[in-house]
DNA sequence: AAGAGGGGCAACCGCTCCTCT
DNA sequence: GAGAGGAGCGGTTGCCCCTCT
């Protein structure tokens, strides 16, 4: 399936951007949205790949991105969200308001990783030591133990995901499916997409939108209990409650045996499993 | 003071998936 | 159903800056 490139990469600006051509593709997006990359720069006056202008706007652009600073909850919650999903930079990144996957990326390769790395050697020394007494000496310590078992990282099936599935029976929605953005209290049963609360972004909606889309492949097999973390909203959950709960190991091989029939209670009692009681509650 | 080496990060590349016709 | 285009994602590259010698 032959297709066209992005763009002419003959004449086009590449490396860094400057400060002015930052200033056309802001006032150009904030006059027309975001969205029709490759035709953006032609429309804008940009001498850019779209999906370059796609990427700066993104990752820098965007007025709601924070950068640097990472703190140490965030940085917790990368590890934990990295040891579930592995190198699912958007999903990590979309659990962290503000931040971006390149971000998260570069933050991972640049210290996470070394961190955990550096730990998994050891750690691997000192294992008998920290669990002496039944747990690791730190959570700290238990984290990187988390990470550092790699091998166990699931892998969501990769999904663009634009559809929106509306259950029409929202009370009937299974705890662990849709209830993330099932605000019972402010949303009595109504999924949020047209009625944008003030306080949430527009990317906020995408996302909300986008983990609508996964509760409509209920069939996929594939579909395993990390699919279920996609969308939480870490505005309505707070890291530390997220970070005191604990991730327990998925055991793979029931993940790739679970049969249709099944799968909605198994991801019910698997998604109870990786959060708390009192998240669920709060859910 | 200057060159070498390494780290951090912004940007690019190629692949994949989804939608539309 | 097939093909083309649009968009997103993750891996990689390359530049810049800082530190070390």
Same mark, same amino acid.
């Given at each position: 399936? @032959?297709?066209?490139?992005?763009?002419? #990469?003959?004449?086009?600006?590449?490396?860094?951007?400057?400060?002015h051509?930052?200033?056309?593709?802001t006032?150009?997006?904030?006059?027309? @949205?975001?969205?029709?990359?490759?035709?953006?720069? #032609?429309?804008?006056?940009?001498?850019?790949?779209?999906?370059?202008?796609? %990427?700066?706007?993104?990752n820098?652009?965007?007025?709601?991105?924070?950068?640097?600073?990472?703190?140490?909850?965030?940085?917790?919650?990368?590890?934990?969200?990295? *040891?579930? $999903?592995?190198?699912?930079?958007? %999903?990590?990144?979309?659990?962290?308001?503000?931040?971006?996957?390149?971000?998260? *990326?570069?933050?991972?390769?640049?210290?996470?990783?070394?961190?955990?790395? &550096?730990?998994?050697?050891?750690?691997?020394?000192? &294992?008998? #030591?920290?669990?002496?007494? @039944?747990?690791?000496?730190?959570? *700290?310590?238990?984290?990187?133990?988390?990470?550092?078992?790699?091998?166990?990282?699931?892998?969501?099936k990769?999904? *663009?995901?634009? #559809?929106?599935?509306?259950?029409?029976?929202?009370?009937?929605?299974?705890? @662990?499916?849709?209830?993330?953005?099932?605000?019972?209290?402010?949303?009595?049963?109504? %999924?949020?997409?047209?009625?944008?609360?003030?306080?949430?972004?527009d990317?906020?909606?995408?996302?909300?939108?986008? !983990?609508?889309?996964?509760?409509?492949?209920?069939?996929?097999?594939?579909?395993?209990?990390?699919?279920f973390?996609?969308?939480?909203?870490? &505005?309505?959950?707070? %890291?530390?409650?997220?970070?005191?709960?604990? !991730?327990?190991?998925?055991?793979?091989?029931?993940?790739?045996?679970?049969?249709?029939?099944?799968?909605?209670?198994?991801?019910?009692?698997?998604?109870?499993?990786?959060?708390?009681?009192?998240? $669920?509650?709060?859910?």
């Open positions: 399936m @032959g297709r066209s490139p992005c763009c002419a #990469k003959e004449g086009m600006n590449r490396g860094a951007w400057t400060a051509e930052d200033k056309v593709l006032e150009y997006i904030k006059l027309h @949205g975001e969205g029709r990359w490759r035709n953006l720069p #032609k429309n804008a006056g940009l001498n850019r790949c779209g999906k370059s202008c796609r %990427l700066r706007w993104l820098y652009l965007r007025p709601d991105i924070k950068r640097g600073n990472i703190s140490p909850d965030e940085e917790e919650l990368i590890i934990r969200l990295h *040891k579930l $999903l592995g190198n699912r930079w958007s %999903l990590i990144a979309g659990r962290l308001p503000g931040r971006t996957d390149n971000e998260i *990326k570069n933050y991972w390769n640049t210290n996470l990783g070394k961190k955990v790395h &550096d730990h998994q050697q050891q750690g691997s020394a000192s &294992d008998l #030591k920290h669990h002496k007494n @039944g747990e690791p000496n730190s959570k *700290k310590a238990k984290m990187m133990d988390m990470a550092a078992a790699s091998s166990h990282v699931v892998r969501t990769a999904a *663009k995901c634009t #559809k929106v599935f509306i259950n029409p029976h929202p009370h009937k929605i299974p705890l @662990g499916h849709n209830h993330q953005h099932y605000n019972e209290e402010t949303n009595a049963g109504g %999924l949020m997409f047209d009625d944008k609360p003030a306080a949430m972004d990317d906020h909606i995408n996302r909300t939108r986008s !983990f609508s889309s996964f509760s409509n492949i209920n069939a996929d097999q594939e579909n395993s209990t990390s699919d973390l996609v969308d939480f909203d870490m &505005d309505e959950i707070s %890291l530390a409650n997220l970070l005191n709960s604990d !991730f327990p190991e998925i055991n793979h091989d029931d993940l790739n045996h679970i049969s249709s029939d099944n799968v909605m209670s198994r991801c019910v009692d698997e998604t109870a499993q990786f959060f708390s009681e009192g998240m $669920l509650q709060h859910w």
